[in-house]
């Protein structure tokens, strides 16, 4: 039996979650051979858990798994490995995991579509130069430097690519510059036209703050012409790159690419993160707050549910360090064929599957209805243009 698990973040927003569903089923239709179920870490049902569950009592001894994520953050390698290495220690399933989306000429040329079906809309035609017009593609902001660069890899690809007068790069939150001030920056540069591209897979709260955050931008600047460019969604080609992933995984040749992992290199500012533990900060709020069990937001999380779980003295704060370590793929015997297994410095074990015997122990706190994630300090929490998640605006 052929089994995908596809493993999402997970969102309070209904329509997020519609549309990560809509990906599911996309690839079911593109690998009619396979049973593919998906979950999530968080926020919303099913959790991986879940669609873990159902590929094995379909009969499923293996799974492939592949994680919906757009790069290789702390989500993809620490906490969707933790939760699938627990799952297969205890249950007997061998669980091979692929790698993120990443820099892929098949997600550059998806992004490119959306950000011309913007500028058509505009009445810009198909050759015409777009040296009066600026980029500025918005990445989701991680606490990891490599995670973060790749974004900006994008922009440079996608400004070259499409002959853009100029292009900058801004996060949406945990990283700098954020949306607002990477915009002010922008719109004195005296460019006509600004094409705003959030570089995300999904709608959610974040990309609705995004949107907001430019339209009072575009405000103080009416000269400007602020384009929004529209999200990624389940294009065709983003759905054949999911594909090239598990074909990577069926080849042996899913290798993260780990040369700037800060769990595992000396990065510049990061240095006190290589080698720490593998572990998921998520297990506390799986399907905390999912769609189908809440109705007071509609589409729009407004953090009703949380101040009524505070209310009703069901929120619980994690103040505990997590001292336990889950093991890698490796260690508990299910690993790629693979394996490539080599020891860093540290004497961790990590093979294709990118099983990081580490996670990040942070030090800052997520607004995740009142548990808070202990992880490692991002060094520029106080940068003055950010890194404070965006408030609505």
């Known amino acids: 039996m052929k089994a995908l698990m596809l493993c999402g973040h997970g969102s309070r927003d209904q329509g997020a979650m519609i549309e990560f569903g809509g990906l599911a089923e996309k690839l079911r239709t593109r690998l009619p051979d396979w049973s593919v179920e998906h979950g999530y870490l968080e926020f919303a049902k099913p959790v991986i858990r879940d669609g873990l569950d159902k590929l094995k009592a379909s009969g499923a001894e293996t799974v492939l798994a592949l994680p ?33 989306l990443g820099v892929d000429l098949k997600m ?29 593609v918005v990445g989701r902001g991680a606490s990891d430097p490599d995670a973060n660069s790749n974004v900006a890899k994008v922009m440079r690809m996608l400004w ?11 996060y949406s939150g945990v990283t700098f510059p954020l949306v607002e001030p990477g915009l002010e920056h922008a719109s004195r540069l005296g460019y006509s036209r600004i094409v705003v591209f959030p570089y995300f897979l999904f709608t959610g709260v974040l990309v609705r703050r995004i949107y907001d955050q430019t339209d009072i931008v575009a405000a103080a ?9 529209p999200y ?19 080849e042996g040749t899913n290798n993260m690419n780990c040369q700037m992992c800060k769990y595992r290199e000396q990065v510049l500012g990061f240095e006190a993160e290589v080698g720490l533990a593998q572990e998921s900060h998520h297990h506390h709020v799986e399907g905390v707050g999912s769609s189908a069990d809440c109705t007071l937001c509609d589409t729009v999380c407004t953090g009703a549910c949380r101040t009524a779980a505070a209310a009703s003295g069901a929120g619980h704060a994690h103040g505990h360090d997590h001292g336990h370590d889950h093991k890698t793929a490796a260690d508990h015997g299910h690993g790629h064929g693979h394996d490539h297994s080599h020891a860093d410095s540290h004497g961790h074990h990590h093979h294709a599957a990118h099983d990081h015997a580490h996670g990040h122990g942070h030090g800052h706190s997520h607004g995740h209805g009142g548990a808070d994630h202990h992880h490692h300090p991002y060094p520029h929490a106080d940068h003055p243009l950010g890194p404070r998640s965006m408030r609505k605006g």
């Open 68 to 100: 919906g994520m757009l790069f290789a953050a702390g989500h993809a390698k620490n906490d969707i490995p933790s939760v699938l290495n627990t799952y297969a220690a205890a249950n007997g399933l061998r669980i091979e995991y692929g790698r993120e």
């Open 108 to 136: 550059i040329r998806a992004a490119g579509e959306r950000i011309k079906e913007c500028l058509r809309a505009d009445g810009w035609q198909d050759g015409e130069p777009l040296h009066d017009t600026m980029l500025v």
């Open 160 to 170: 070259e690519g499409l002959g853009f007068g100029w292009g900058e790069t801004v």
């Open 221 to 229: 600047h009416p000269e400007i012409r602020f384009l929004k460019a």
């Open 232 to 250: 990624l969604g389940a294009h065709d080609l983003v759905v054949e790159t999911f594909v090239d992933r598990l074909g990577e995984i069926l």
